[in-house]
């Protein structure tokens, strides 16, 4: 069922002669990449994350929250086992707690809505630790609204109970997925419900929804030069359940050819375009330095595996703390909106626990693979987005003598993802400050409507507040003052 809407979704997109988003794409090659695991090592994980990222409304068809509960059951995953895996882990405990006071209000029990009251503050200082300073902000709104209801009569707080017992359920979607604009978005709807208190007002929510990161739907127009026609696209649509049946698949080998037959099945994926998009040159040399210390490590693990003196575990540790550093530096990636480098170092991350788990006797070649990967992410760090370097990192991941190597369906976006990226000296979203003065800006004509009063005030006191400055300016320079 999950392949079948993951068709659908992209067919419908081919069918309407759209070209993929930057989003699209980057979920394209996430859901491919968690379904490859989910179904090679029954992760649980990868199976809630399937579930949630055809969630997303980017999708033309997006799953909604009753059959993503369902197609979780279906999957072996409960509700639970699905929040707790996503929830960041310092919000666990918190959640519980809210949960299980949520289940406990009573319009005729003061206190219980108290106690969700301090429970949401606490959630609300905890997230703010985590950098979610929107979702900070919305807890202590909640909080005051709360605190409001308490203040009030019985009579009125019954009625607030419906909108109170539902603050669990958004606290969970968000979490769940915090860059979800969605989930922020049903967050400050709820706020925004005239039954509150304090309801939000318009001009709160375009404040928290820039908190949130939240953006209008961009209106830029892409080149169309760089937009495949539809005539290029295979829009053959899969009819039969057999070519979809992701159950057959018993073997590494075999998951990887069936999830092929889906991309081959509804399009072609070297058609899969990525978005341009600049990216800060700081960033860029922040992550080259990180690169240079993981190059390092390389280095030191394909040494440590040459000497046949070494014991096994000693190594696996190596290779493990060398998977652990290449994930961080993904997630560093994705957090630089470097969707490519990202995908690339969960790969190959997952690649280095396997060596790490499971004794190998490494080839020459794989030695070569393990060295190489930096030596490749720094190369393209020097020039972001160049074609050269976008298929040397690729064809790395393809190599055969890797045991999670990248499908071969995949590749071309995955390509395409790396080659959409550009750097900027400076932040596109910074406006640029005035540096030199107009002649308007040095008019000292006075406006018609100014307050007569207030101009006769400052007429009188601006002398000497000029003098006393200019003195006070003067004993700087000749050394006979101080700064107090």
Not at 438 to 452: F, G, K, V
């Amino acid at each position: 069922d999950l392949a079948l809407l993951f068709q659908e979704n992209i067919s419908d997109v081919a069918a309407e002669n759209k070209v993929f988003t930057h989003k699209q794409n980057s979920l394209i090659l996430n859901w491919l990449y968690q379904a490859d695991l989910f179904l090679s090592d029954n992760n649980k994980e990868a199976g809630s994350r399937l579930v949630n990222l055809l969630k997303d409304h980017e999708w033309p068809t997006p799953l909604s929250d009753i059959d993503a509960n369902i197609l979780l059951e279906m999957l072996g995953i409960t509700v639970d086992e699905s929040s707790s895996l996503e929830i960041p882990e310092t919000l666990v405990d918190l959640y519980k707690q809210l949960k299980e006071l949520s289940s406990q209000i009573n319009a005729n029990n003061v206190e219980s809505i108290n106690n969700l009251a301090n429970i949401t503050e606490e959630i609300g200082l905890a997230a703010g630790a985590l950098d979610l300073i929107g979702f900070q902000d919305v807890c202590l709104i909640v909080k005051e609204n709360l605190s409001d209801m308490i203040s009030e009569q019985s009579s009125s707080i019954q009625d607030y109970i419906p909108y109170i017992s539902q603050w669990e359920n958004h606290v969970k979607n968000y979490l769940l997925e915090p860059d979800n604009s969605d989930a922020a978005m049903s967050l400050l709807n709820y706020l925004a419900d005239m039954h509150w208190p304090a309801p939000l007002e318009a001009t709160d929510i375009d404040i928290l929804k820039d908190m949130f990161g939240v953006t209008e739907e961009s209106t830029d127009v892409m080149d169309t030069t760089m937009v495949t026609s539809v005539d290029q696209m295979d829009s053959t649509i899969v009819t039969t359940t057999d070519q979809l049946d992701l159950t057959i698949a018993t073997t590494n080998n075999q998951v990887q050819d069936v999830l092929n037959e889906i991309l081959d099945d509804v399009i072609d994926t070297k058609d899969i375009l990525a978005a341009p998009h600049t990216v800060s040159k700081d960033l860029v040399e922040m992550l080259r330095e990180e690169v240079v210390i993981i190059q390092e490590e390389a280095f030191n693990n394909v040494e440590l595996i040459k000497d046949k003196n070494i014991e096994a575990s000693i190594i696996s540790d190596s290779l493990s703390q060398y998977a652990l550093h290449t994930e961080r530096f993904g997630n560093a990636c994705q957090a630089a909106e470097l969707d490519g480098l990202y995908q690339v170092s969960s790969l190959f991350s997952r690649n280095l626990n396997y060596f790490s788990n499971n004794p190998t006797d490494f080839t020459e070649h794989q030695l070569s693979l393990l060295s190489s990967f930096p030596e490749k992410v720094l190369a393209y760090l020097e020039m972001p987005g160049e074609s050269k370097y976008s298929d040397e990192i690729a064809q790395i991941l393809q190599d055969d003598a890797l045991p999670k190597k990248l499908m071969l369906g995949v590749a071309p976006a995955l390509i395409n993802l790396l080659k959409a990226v550009y750097v900027s000296d400076q932040d596109v979203n910074k406006e640029i400050r005035q540096t030199v003065a107009t002649r308007e800006d040095t008019s000292i004509e006075l406006p018609a409507d100014i307050n007569q009063e207030l101009l006769d005030g400052l007429l009188q006191e601006l002398p000497g507040q000029t003098e006393e400055f200019s003195s006070a300016i003067q004993s700087l320079i000749d050394g006979s003052g101080a700064i107090s």
